[in-house]
């Protein structure tokens, strides 16, 4: 690591395809928005020599946020996989958005490495979502490591800043949380703050300065070596304490000076356990250095620490059909077994598909089996097709640099796949397999959309597919009872994005609508309602009489029809068509124009005419009977409520269920989840959690999560229905 002798020198700057499973590193950076992530990926990429000047690559382009959208808003919010070569290895640095709205970009990162790195900003500390993230790459094992950036902040304390880690990421062991360097400082500057000019490392205590702007190192002075005694000793006990050699804290405290060499291979081992989480610094390069402080020693963590993608396990594959199936972990000439982490739209190459070869080697025109399932209640459809690979590149930038081949453990660009959507599986064509879909976010917020115009209506439904395409945390609805086209997302930001991608990259302007909600109708009490269809003109006229019961059923009960005619009074062929016309009466409702249900219909009586009657006429009568027995009863507008369960830390319990009460929730019940987290169960009427997901969010400071599932209609409060009513007479 940085605490080598010999740092290595950096790459010719132009990403390879790896020839080995073992000279790969697959790593993903995580942390709140603005916690420095996308410039440490520049700043890496500029140490490691693959760009010409800060976040600049050989053409004048930028590494990551290359995206028109992400220019803008200055922001992430894709996934960026920028490649870089350092001693020997080839890193696939995996760039993440940090705000909430773009978690499944971040899932999809998590998906495709094989460590961590958490990026947080000594400035803003530690927030709830990152937490959240660090414990869930807990749960797997994933090896993590910390970089604390914005050390040129004026109140940034690298010192109380590793307390924080320590105390956020080490519940359970704190020692497992350790800087492997101090930082240097400068003199103060007019304003007192001294600035970080270098670092000083732990186990070599070797000093290494950055202010010249390239990595120098030296020997530390006399003075310096009794300040980092304390850490050097915490250190050295951390390590030893998750070593695999048992011996080694013995000899330790029986007065052994260990050898650094020693030292440096047990944390490599600790960190690739995911046992030991190290704690580094970063900083950009200033203006024309070559090099940001602890860049160096962090790309030395990555490839001597982070593990190849021998170690992890192998994936679970199956066959399409849902048979299990073995395969050998990252193995180049196993069977082909790679994912699509991400899928992006290019106006001149078309979609070009992100891949993260797990077994076999993928080379360029080979046909694949493109394999898609566990997605249908997204809009994806499953889908099983053969298709045939394009140019395989590397991306930087907006560049795309061609690469013969991926091999298991690498990843790589594939343009021309048409069919393939994030989250599918590319086998060979001759043995298909499939992997188990990663876990994604339910988009919660619905964003209710129509075409601006004609011509965009032609366009709206393949622009629509291809973003949900593109993004499987997007989900697609065409709701019959509303009749509108739904997009759900994760938060404003997240439709705010999609809706100027559906403008600018496929050329289709939408109007946003207010969201209806799904409401029903149903009879509050029994009511009679007659229905007379008699016309006379020339040639056959039209006679139909019906008489009717309606009453009120249990919900869930849908509508129920009885035929109670006595005499022949309603001809047995027209009761199907009283039955009929009460039906389509039903659907298109009888009080506000929502459909209804929970009734049974009784046809007790009637009359026919031996000429005029007809299946029409009897239709039309039977429609009549029910809007007639409808005027005289009292009829009840039903609105979905829906089951909702929110985790939320046990400060926010409070504030939650005092909400939920004011959205016409009932809380149903509250258990521990462990992790200083409470789970809130309640019942809300879902035209109150319409917009839920950005609420939540802001009451919680994005540390809350919610799920919701329909349980059933009932009722709606009087004055609330009232106020249905009279928008339904309004409108046109």
């Not at 402080?293 to 849902?322: C, H, K, Q, R, Y």
Request: with cysteine; hydrophobic share 40%; charged share 25%.
């Amino acid at each position: 690591m940085g605490d080598k002798a010999n740092a290595h020198p950096g790459a010719a700057g132009r990403a390879t395809a790896a020839d080995h499973p073992a000279s790969v590193r697959n790593v993903v950076l995580v942390g709140h928005s603005g916690s420095g992530k996308t410039t440490l990926v520049e700043a890496l990429a500029l140490t490691a020599g693959a760009v010409n000047r800060a976040g600049r690559v050989e053409d004048g382009g930028t590494v990551s946020d290359y995206d028109e959208i992400e220019h803008r808003q200055q922001r992430s919010v894709q996934l960026s996989l920028v490649p870089v070569e350092w001693g020997g290895c080839k890193i696939n640095v995996l760039d993440t958005p940090g705000y909430a709205d773009f978690v499944g970009e971040l899932r999809a990162g998590l998906r495709a490495a094989d460590a961590a790195l958490f990026v947080v900003s000594a400035s803003d500390g530690v927030d709830g979502s990152t937490r959240m993230v660090w414990e869930e790459c807990a749960a797997v094992g994933m090896p993590r490591a910390i970089v604390i950036t914005h050390l040129e902040a004026a109140r940034a304390d690298f010192d109380e800043m590793t307390r924080t880690c320590a105390e956020a990421f080490g519940a359970d062991d704190p020692d497992a949380v350790l800087p492997l360097y101090l930082p240097l400082h400068g003199a103060p500057g007019p304003d007192g703050h001294a600035p970080v000019t270098g670092l000083i490392g732990l186990l070599s205590q070797k000093l290494f300065d950055y202010s010249s702007g390239e990595r120098k190192e030296s020997e530390p002075g006399p003075d310096q070596l009794p300040l980092i005694d304390e850490a050097r000793n915490r250190l050295i006990e951390g390590i030893i304490s998750e070593s695999e050699d048992e011996t080694l804290m013995d000899r330790y405290l029986g007065g052994e000076e260990i050898d650094v060499k020693t030292l440096v291979q047990d944390l490599e081992r600790a960190v690739a356990r995911g046992v030991f989480f190290p704690v580094l610094a970063a900083a950009p390069a200033a203006e024309g250095a070559r090099q940001g402080l602890g860049t160096v020693e962090l790309l030395e963590l990555i490839t001597g620490g982070f593990p190849t993608p021998l170690e992890p396990a192998a994936p679970t594959v199956t066959t399409p059909d849902g048979k299990p199936r073995e395969i050998k972990t990252c193995d180049p000439n196993g069977p082909l077994v790679a994912e699509v982490v991400k899928t992006a739209s290019d106006p001149y190459v078309g979609r070009i598909s992100l891949v993260r070869v797990f077994s076999g080697t993928l080379r360029p025109d080979q046909t694949v089996h493109v394999s898609g399932h566990g997605l249908a209640d997204r809009g994806h459809e499953d889908h099983d097709v053969d298709e045939r690979v394009g140019a395989l590149s590397a991306p930087f930038g907006k560049q795309q640099r061609t690469l013969s081949h991926a091999i298991a453990g690498d990843m790589a660009c594939v343009a021309k796949l048409n069919r393939a959507e994030t989250g599918d599986t590319l086998s060979a064509k001759d043995d298909p397999l499939l992997m188990e879909p990663w876990e994604m976010p339910d988009p919660l917020l619905p964003l209710a959309i129509h075409a601006h115009s004609k011509a965009d209506e032609d366009k709206l439904s393949q622009g629509l597919s291809r973003l949900v395409a593109e993004d499987p945390t997007m989900r697609l609805e065409q709701n019959q009872d509303t009749h509108q086209v739904v997009l759900w997302c994760l938060g404003e930001a997240h439709a705010d994005v999609a809706l100027e991608r559906l403008r600018n990259r496929y050329g289709v302007q939408v109007d946003v609508v207010p969201h209806k909600v799904s409401l029903r109708e149903t009879f509050a009490a029994k009511s009679a309602g007659r229905g007379r269809h008699v016309k006379q003109s020339g040639g056959h006229g039209q006679y139909a009489i019906c008489e009717i019961e309606v009453e009120p059923l249990p919900g869930g009960s849908g509508i129920e029809f009885v035929d109670k005619v006595v005499g022949g009074a309603v001809p047995r062929q027209f009761i199907p068509s009283v039955e009929k016309g009460v039906r389509a009466q039903a659907a298109k409702g009888v009080a506000a124009g929502y459909p209804l249900i929970d009734v049974r219909v009784t046809l007790l009586d009637g009359k026919a005419h031996s000429v005029d009657s007809s299946d029409a006429a009897f239709q039309t009568a039977g429609a009549l009977a029910l809007r007639e027995a409808a005027a005289d009863a009292k009829i009840h507008l039903l609105e979905p409520v829906a089951e909702v369960s929110v985790l939320v830390g046990d400060d926010y319990v409070g504030a939650v269920m005092s909400d939920l009460s004011g959205r016409r929730g009932r809380v149903v019940g509250t258990e521990q989840a462990g992790g200083g987290r409470t789970l809130v169960r309640a019942e809300v009427p879902e035209i109150e959690i319409d917009r839920y997901a950005v609420d939540l969010r802001s009451l919680s400071h994005g540390t809350a999560r919610f799920s919701r599932r329909y349980a059933r209609h009932e009722p709606m409060p009087a004055h609330i229905a009232e106020k249905i009513r009279e928008q339904a007479q309004d409108s046109p």
